[in-house]
Each structure stands twice: as C-alpha cells, then as structure tokens.
C-alpha cells in the first residue's frame, strides 16, 4: 500500500513532467524558462521550504555545468578542427567505402559502440556528432538514420559495459568479476544496440522531418574535395587519442603503483576533461598547423564554434537543476520507497530501481549507483543471483526513458535540431528500447547460466 504522501509526491512530478512537455510543445515557450518555472513550481507544490527552493536549482545546476559545460566546449573545439580540416569528411568517405552507403547507419552504430567504451556519453557524442552530420550530408540519408545508431551503441556501453566509469561502479559495487561482466555485458549489449539502433532508426526515421537548415551542423564545413583531405589514420589517431588517455586512467591502478607519481599523473590525463584538452591541443597540431592553418585561423575556429553552444548548455544546466529539485522535494525517495515493497524478484529489482531513479533525476550514473547501493546487500543475504547479471540489470534500468530532466535528452534535442515531441519518439524511445530488451536478454541469460 503506497501512502499518500508518496503517491502525491509522485502525482506532483508526473504533472511537473506532463507540463514542460505541453508549455514547451503546445505553448512554444522557452525550454530554459519552462524547466526554470517548472522546477520552482514543483518544490512549492511538493513542501519544499521556500528558503531552500532557489539554491536547490542552482545546486543541480551548477553540480550538472561543472562537468558538461567544459566537455561540449572542448568537445566542441575538437568537432571544429575536424570539420574545418576535411577530418571529419575523410572518416565519413572511409565509412562510405567500406559500408556502402546502403549500411552505413549500422557502422554508425559500431563506431558508437568503439567510442563509448571510455568516455561518458556526452564525452563520446560531441566526439561523434561531426563524423555523423558529414555521413548523413554525403550520403543524403536523414540525421536520425545515421545518428540515432550511433547515440545507441554509445548508450549502450554506457549503462551495460565495463570499463566504461558507470558501469565499472556498479561492478564494484555488487563486487561482481569484471572480465564475466563484460562478457555477458557484450552478449547482451551488442543485439540490444542492433534493435535498438539501426533496426528501430530504419523504422522512425522516415515519420520524422527535420528542419532544411541545421544551426549545429553548419558549424561543421564540408570539403569537395577528398583528395585534399588529411589522412584517415591520422584523423582516427586524434580523434581516438582522448579515448587513449581515459582508458590509461582507467586502467592507472592496474598498470601502476597506487599512489605513485605514475598512478597519479595516469589519473589526471585520464580523467574526462584533461583528455578532452589534451585531444583539442593535439587538434590544433595535427588538424591545424599541419593543415596549414595559422594561429590566428585556429582562434576564429575555437572561437566561433561556442556560440551555438549557449543554449545547449543552458538546457543542460537547467534540465540538472530540475533533477535536483526531484531529490530534494523528496519524490526520489517515494519512488524508491514503492519499488522496495514490491515483492519481485532481485534482477527485476535493480532494474526497476535504477528506471525509478533514472526517471527522477535524469541520470544513468546516479540511478545506478543508487539501486546497487540498496540491492547489493540484499542480494549478499538472498544469494542464487550471478553479481555480473545484477550489475547489466541495474545498468539497463537507469537508461529507461531519458527526458527533461537528462543533459542527454537535451543534447540529442539540440544537436539533431528537433522539437521536444520528436526527440522523445526518437532518443527516448531508443532508451526505453535499450533498457527493456537488455533487461529481457539478461533475464534469459540468467536462465542459461
């Protein structure tokens, strides 16, 4: 039996959610404003002291900036020297040729899988987004086709796949093997990303109609000409070069003594941010200067590029603010609260926990290290779970449907140039679809092992 404080907890921010999508869709009013007013609103609605209501936003804002804001700035910085350069356009000509034009959203969807091991997803997507606005230009293939293959298979590695940071905490957590996760995280993962992506872009793609004229990707130049282009191991070798330096960091404590100077500096070049810098330095040498272009030429690029970025990071910033606001107004811990007294079994468990928590602050990271933070100790006690399953499990639920309050959602929204209706058709649903079929997969992997 839910008690009434909780099911109008949850009421609230259901009608929160219901509301920003209408103000936004039906209204036309600003996203940024209506994330802003809605957030305020449902901490009055739901008791929150008047006091606490405005630091609670800038809170989950600012906590959401610190990390996102730097990544779409350097990231991008390296998308511009891509583009500019022809980087970007040599990439997409070598996809082309290999795939054919005909299945290139499916290399799409590899690349995402090769790129989001490392790096978090909006490290991965800003990396990413050049090569894709190149691939759909060329081959006059809609953005949703090539892209929403290759947010999957960056997703998917996200939530289900160490060594990649979120899932690797939730190993850790349900001390599960690493190298048996990965195995089964690949078993599951890879014909999740295949319905997911190209499968379910094949089926949406031609009911959704983008806009002529892209702001995003205008930013990103295309070059006639391929044979002035640099070369393709040299692009793949910059571009990879950040996922180089996160996956030394990553790996530090295995190839290092803890604590030495090594250790350290592999910490600090691995770490998302420094990477990112490092890769748009090199940028600047291997797609600039060698390129021929001046400093000054290098300034006007990484100055320019950031204008149309102000809105995003807003968007990102606020939709933060907004999940902040769901964990302070205490509807986090409500919905926490009804998966508890549901008597299911413990892999259907994590699951729901972590979508609850996905659902109410917006994050995959946090959704999972919060539903293995209650389950693991349950599971230690009732035992007959594999910890590796558990692990894929609880990453799958916290990739449920991403919406208003996730910086992916908005990002996604934002780069794609598309309406808050048609990202939900699209990114959300793929989500949901990820989250679903990698849930049904270990389910009966769970019955074979």
Avoid at 68 to 93: F, N, P, R, Y
Avoid at 105 to 110: G, R
Avoid at 208 to 224: K, Q, R, S, T
């Amino acid at each position: 039996m839910i008690d009434p404080h909780s099911l109008f907890l949850i009421s609230a921010a259901f009608v929160a959610v219901v509301g920003l999508i209408v103000l936004i869709t039906v209204f036309k009013l600003n996203p940024f404003i209506t994330l802003l007013l809605t957030s305020l609103a449902l901490a009055v609605a739901t008791g929150m002291p008047l006091a606490t209501v405005v630091h609670s936003f800038e809170a989950g804002v600012g906590g959401t900036l610190g990390h996102i804001a730097i990544i779409v700035a350097l990231g991008t910085m390296l998308g511009k020297m891509m583009a500019e350069s022809g980087g970007a356009d040599q990439i997409a000509h070598t996809l082309i040729r290999f795939f054919g034009e005909k299945r290139v959203h499916w290399a799409m969807m590899v690349i995402g899988l090769v790129i989001g091991l490392p790096a978090f997803f909006e490290v991965g997507f800003v990396l990413l987004i050049p090569i894709a606005f190149t691939v759909a230009r060329r081959t006059r293939t809609s953005l949703i086709l090539v892209g929403l293959p290759m947010v999957a298979g960056l997703s998917v590695v996200h939530g289900l796949v160490p060594p990649h940071p979120a899932a690797l905490l939730a190993v850790t957590i349900y001390k599960a093997d690493v190298g048996r996760t990965i195995f089964y995280a690949l078993l599951v993962g890879i014909p999740t990303a295949v319905i997911a992506g190209p499968l379910y872009a094949k089926v949406i793609a031609p009911h959704i109609h983008l806009p002529a004229e892209n702001p995003m990707a205008a930013e990103f130049v295309d070059h006639g000409n391929e044979q002035s282009l640099p070369g393709f191991w040299l692009t793949l070798f910059t571009i990879l070069f950040p996922v180089i330096l996160m996956l030394a960091g990553s790996w530090a404590d295995g190839i290092s003594t803890p604590k030495s100077a090594v250790n350290e500096g592999l910490h600090l070049i691995g770490n998302d941010d420094m990477a990112l810098l490092i890769g748009v330095l090199l940028s600047f040498f291997t797609l600039g200067r060698m390129r021929g272009f001046t400093r000054a030429t290098i300034l006007r690029f990484s100055n320019e590029c950031l204008a149309p970025t102000a809105m995003i990071t807003l968007l990102v910033g606020a939709g933060g603010g907004f999940g902040r606001i769901l964990q302070d107004s205490g509807v986090s811990l409500a919905i926490i609260g009804v998966a508890m007294r549901s008597h299911v079994p413990l892999l259907l468990l994590a699951w729901l926990l972590a979508a609850a928590m996905r659902l109410a602050t917006g994050s995959a990271t946090v959704a999972m290290t919060t539903a293995a933070g209650i389950v693991a100790p349950i599971a230690l006690h009732a035992g007959g779970v594999h910890p590796e399953l558990l692990a894929i499990a609880t990453g799958a639920g916290s990739l449920i449907f991403s919406h208003v309050n996730d910086g992916g959602f908005w990002l996604v929204k934002e780069y794609f140039n598309m309406s808050v209706a048609d990202t939900m058709k699209t990114w959300s649903v793929c989500e949901t679809i990820i989250s679903v079929t990698a849930l049904v997969f270990t389910l009966g992997l769970a019955w074979v092992v």
